[in-house]
């Protein structure tokens, strides 16, 4: 400011002295006044050439010049560019603020004040059946037309979720998708819709239920028998020999309490327990061994034809883990078999190698075989497809769920083949980490 009003005067001192040098004094005033509107004039053609700078192109504004004006054409430049640099870090921040929501693995769905989308994440648009940017600002109720979805919007009563069908199902699957939606109200009407996928929840949800539905079924069922026996005993007088048959009867049922409750408590300890270490090595022929004499002895007891039991091994090999668990899995496959193939019929247990180095254990008969439509649902807890057929043979149902889940500690699978009237072949296969050659345990020593 100084320097402005330096300039002025020395504008108006140099008019006047121009026009005392060519004229008279007395035209002294007029020629600084005319030097003051000189300076006036100049400065007025700067301020306006500034202005016509920042109406057309703002980022055109020349850098730092002499006097006024251009000081502050460069503080504009400066407050721009500040101004420039927090929209690019909000920009930023919002582009990183959607991506997350995009990554989300819950829908986003956000609703103006009359209903209409006006942002949807991928997730979303998936479950829903829309596009993301056709439909914007289309009404949701319009494309979602659940009427339990129509009526939870339209309520404006948003403190509990609704679920439904997912409109848009994906091909393969074999049950609907489940979604829980809700709604949250934010900046006066707008509404943002946040939907999650709750179709494993339902589906661990219906099998808590069945499990213990099953469980107590398993249970109440012998405890029935103990009890009608037990009131049998103490209510009439029987015979040594009729004595000896109810509790020969009520011994076979306390068993098979005991059984299942040990196959329960196996399963449990399965599932907290840690993978097994891969230090521990078992001969593959030690186990197989130990199934043959199970096997045979099982196949005395319950029927008095007996199998046709064959065992073969291709490799001499060994495997590690635990073998408790690896002789648990391997004799339930095999029991299997015996128990669900009629008397005189084949069991073949076969212990190979693959050609990528894996090991297979499998067990196959000549049984009554299982539909298709059973298979996936074999290793399920419980699971029969004859249930009086599995009371009869003694089974759990819980032999192959445990045989899977060894299996996957272990790293292998549990691979299921079987034709209605021919036979089934039940295979447990494990990795090339957990099977090594008998061989090289004699070449490392």
Not at 129 to 134: S, T, V
Not at 389 to 405: C, D, F, P, Q
Request: proline share 5%; aromatic share 6%; hydrophobic share 40%.
């Amino acid at each position: 400011m100084p320097f402005r009003v330096a300039t002025f005067l020395l504008s108006s001192i140099v008019g006047g002295a121009i026009a005392y040098a060519f004229f008279r004094a007395s035209f002294f005033w007029i020629g600084a006044w005319a030097g003051a509107a000189f300076w006036l004039l100049l400065d007025a053609v700067r301020a306006q050439r500034l202005l016509n700078v920042m109406r057309r192109d703002v980022s055109a504004l020349p850098s730092r010049g002499s006097g006024v004006w251009g000081e502050l054409a460069e503080r504009i430049r400066k407050v721009l560019r500040e101004r420039d640099l927090q929209i690019r870090q909000s920009h930023d921040r919002l582009q990183e603020f959607l991506a997350a929501i995009q990554a989300s693995p819950n829908g986003v769905v956000l609703i103006d004040e009359q209903g209409r989308i006006e942002w949807c994440n991928e997730t979303a648009a998936q479950q829903f059946g829309i596009d993301p940017k056709r439909d914007l600002q289309q009404h949701l109720a319009n494309l979602v037309r659940d009427p339990a979805f129509v009526a939870y919007l339209a309520s404006w009563n948003y403190s509990r979720d609704v679920v439904i069908d997912a409109p848009a199902q994906p091909t393969g699957r074999n049950q609907p998708v489940r979604l829980s939606m809700q709604v949250h109200p934010y900046a006066g009407n707008r509404r943002m819709l946040l939907t999650r996928d709750i179709t494993a929840l339902e589906q661990a949800d219906t099998m808590r239920r069945d499990f213990v539905a099953n469980v107590s079924h398993e249970i109440r069922t012998p405890l029935t028998v103990l009890a009608g026996f037990v009131e049998t005993l103490q209510s009439l007088p029987l015979d040594a020999e009729e004595r000896s048959r109810y509790l020969r009867l009520m011994a076979q049922q306390s068993h098979r309490m005991e059984t299942l409750v040990n196959d329960l408590l196996t399963l449990s300890r399965l599932e907290g327990n840690a993978p097994p270490p891969v230090s521990q090595w078992t001969p593959v022929r030690a186990l197989l061994a130990h199934c043959e004499e199970e096997g045979r002895a099982l196949s005395k007891q319950i029927t008095t034809q007996g199998h046709k039991l064959s065992f073969s091994q291709e490799a001499e090999s060994e495997l590690s883990g635990a073998s408790v668990e690896l002789q648990s899995a391997m004799s339930n496959l095999l029991s299997n078999a015996i128990r669900y193939t009629p008397g005189g019929g084949e069991v073949m247990v076969a212990w190979r190698l693959l050609p990528d180095g894996r090991g297979e254990y499998s067990v196959r008969d000549t049984g009554p075989g299982v539909s298709a439509e059973h298979i996936p649902r074999l290793t399920e807890r419980f699971y029969r497809v004859d249930r009086s057929r599995s009371r009869e043979t003694g089974g759990t149902g819980l032999g192959l769920a445990i045989v899977k889940h060894i299996a996957q500690r272990h790293g292998g699978e549990l691979r299921i083949e079987s034709t209605v009237g021919k036979g089934s072949r039940f295979a447990l296969v494990l990795p090339v980490a957990r099977v090594r050659p008998a061989a090289a345990v004699s070449l490392r020593a």
